[in-house]
């Protein structure tokens, strides 16, 4: 037999086991004594027992009262604690964040960011996830992170989204690619993160031909590993600036002018009344480091 019972119920009980009086309780527990007396009732009708004698001389507890007193107060004292110390928990600046991110970004900005927030939060631990943005919506509807970032405001009921930074993006070719032309850059091989790349589809389309498409030679999901496409192969690419530069810093990249665009990325959780304390502060660091950055 299943059997609910609110806790309330049982903390009436155990008011009453102590002064045994229904005038006291109710003073004690601030509730009308036809309430303390409705509780107990009910109590005894879900348990099946009587758990009180009540008789003009007062109130005492029956051998069932006596029971559940001894074998059931302290089991609820346990879980009053453990939900208070749950309770306090969520008020501090403790526990695990995680965030989902793409990869070359989040090396480049964000982990630092989480190990800056990291000095002065040293009870937080943050985990870093790098995935592609399907899968850090995916993990965020899920509950599986509690914090994404992404290229694309997201148009799922229940997230928050806020842009944070502006990225920018830019074309990028072998150190020997000095000064080519639109019809020289038509014709190269690109390197790209994958064949459907947003942001090489984004340039190319405004800045390059709307009448051929890029010829990809190699397809790969690390921006490293594109920037070595291009100055080992030779191919073209478009990227963030902020992943390229250390091959820019090595001489074997080069940055080709005039081709670039600005692309924001939005830090997203879901939309709650409720954040935690961790969460809370994480979600405002993020939010005021990424504002600096842009001021800056």
């Not at 109130?59 to 059931?72: A, H, K, M, Y």
């Not at 990291?118 to 943050?126: A, I, L, R, S």
């Not at 080709?256 to 954040?275: C, D, K, N, S, V």
């Not at 809370?280 to 990424?290: E, N, Y």
Request: a positive charge; one cysteine or more.
């Amino acid at each position: 037999m299943s059997i609910e019972i609110n806790l309330n119920f049982i903390r009436c009980f155990e008011v009453l086991a102590e002064t045994l009086s229904f005038s006291v309780a109710s003073e004690k527990l601030r509730l009308a004594q036809s309430n303390v007396s409705r509780q107990i009732k009910i109590l005894e009708e879900a348990l099946g027992v009587r758990l009180f004698h009540r008789t003009r001389q007062g109130v005492s507890l029956t051998p069932e009262g006596q029971r559940f007193r001894q074998e059931v107060l302290p089991l609820t004292q346990e879980l009053r604690e453990k939900l208070e110390g749950f309770s306090n928990r969520q008020k501090e600046e403790v526990g695990e964040i995680k965030l989902g991110c793409f990869s070359e970004v989040g090396k480049n900005f964000f982990m630092p960011l989480c190990l800056e927030f990291q000095k002065d939060h040293p009870h937080v631990t943050v985990e870093m996830l790098y995935e592609n943005e399907a899968a850090i919506l995916r993990m965020i509807t899920k509950s599986e992170i509690e914090f994404g970032i992404v290229s694309n405001p997201p148009i799922i009921e229940g997230l928050a989204a806020f842009p944070v930074l502006k990225q920018k993006i830019a074309l990028f070719g072998p150190a020997s690619a000095k000064n080519p032309s639109k019809e020289d850059i038509e014709s190269a091989p690109f390197a790209a993160f994958e064949k459907t790349d947003v942001l090489l589809s984004e340039l190319w389309s405004k800045q390059i031909s709307k009448r051929k498409k890029p010829r990809l030679v190699s397809v790969v999901n690390s921006h490293a590993s594109i920037l070595d496409a291009v100055a080992t192969i030779g191919a073209f690419a478009v990227l963030p600036v902020m992943s390229a530069r250390a091959h820019l810093a090595s001489g074997k990249v080069r940055q080709i002018p005039g081709y670039e665009f600005e692309a924001p990325l939005y830090f997203i959780h879901p939309q709650t009344e409720w954040m935690s304390r961790k969460n809370a502060t994480f979600k405002q660091f993020v939010l005021r480091r990424c504002k600096e950055v842009k001021e800056a």
